[in-house]
T-cell receptor, first 112, second 117 residues
Framework: GENVEQHPSTLSVQEGDSAVIKCTYS??????FPWYKQELGKRPQLIID?????GEKKDQRIAVTLNKTAKHFSLHITETQPEDSAVYFC???????????FGSGTRLLVRP | EPEVTQTPSHQVTQMGQEVILRCVPI?????FYWYRQILGQKVEFLVS????????KSEIFDDQFSVERPDGSNFTLKIRSTKLEDSAMYFC???????????????FGPGTRLTVL
């Protein structure tokens, strides 16, 4: 069935270091891969997304890479700051009106 | 910037009672969704709604659940007879549809925390 695996479940980095979160999806028809940041008690906020016709996308300190052959996609945060501390969820979708299938989340802690 | 809104922010109910969770999607959006998140777990899809009908639902969305768009602005989720395991944060999301251009971004509301006692 449709599934998204996400690793690691927790990640602690020193301020200024990079953080990488990895996801694997099972549905080969997936073509849209968003990343959401969720702070405690708040709504998931889209931070970056990528579509299957693109291998990499960057927005300032955040980048996402996609390997369709391996069904892997990753989130890269460079020069991490304490305010990056949150839970990050990857998701996959077939696009259009289709649902988002979420990963289990990664709790990122950036130590000052 | 327009946002999806949800009411109430927190609902406490007794097991077996009916609850209605309300959402106001962003005004030009045409696709609507409900997701839930049990404390400490991932976000799970419940149902999607387009053109005044359900387009997809998950196994979680059984006969106890229903959705409705009673007017041009509200989108509701009803749970007829709540169970303890329905306790979760319920998120509404919406997505626009632009002529000649597709977009896949779903915008989430702040959530309603449902506590079933």
């Amino acid at each position: 069935g449709e599934n998204v695996e996400q690793h690691p479940s927790t990640l602690s980095v020193q301020e200024g270091d990079s953080a990488v979160i990895k996801c694997t999806y099972s549905d080969s028809a997936s073509n849209y891969f968003p990343w959401y940041k969720q702070e405690l008690g708040k709504r998931p906020q889209l931070i970056i997304d990528i579509r299957s016709n693109v291998g990499e996308k960057k927005d300032q300190r955040i980048a996402v890479t996609l390997n369709k052959t391996a069904k892997h996609f990753s989130l890269h945060i460079t020069e991490t700051q304490p305010e990056d501390s949150a839970v990050y969820f990857c998701a996959a979708s077939r696009g259009s009106s289709y649902k988002l299938i979420f990963g289990s989340g990664t709790r990122l802690l950036v130590r000052p | 910037e327009p946002e999806v809104t949800q009411t109430p922010s927190h609902q406490v109910t007794q097991m077996g009672q009916e609850v209605i969770l309300r959402c106001v999607p962003i005004s030009n959006h045409l696709y609507f969704y409900w997701y839930r998140q049990i404390l400490g777990q991932k976000v799970e899809f419940l149902v999607s709604f387009y053109n005044n009908e359900i387009s997809e639902k998950s196994e979680i969305f059984d006969d106890q659940f229903s959705v409705e768009r009673p007017d041009g602005s509200n989108f509701t989720l009803k749970i007829r007879s709540t169970k303890l395991e329905d306790s979760a944060m319920y998120f509404c999301a919406s997505k626009p549809k632009y002529p000649g251009r597709s977009t896949d971004t779903q915008y989430f509301g702040p959530g309603t925390r449902l506590t079933v006692l």
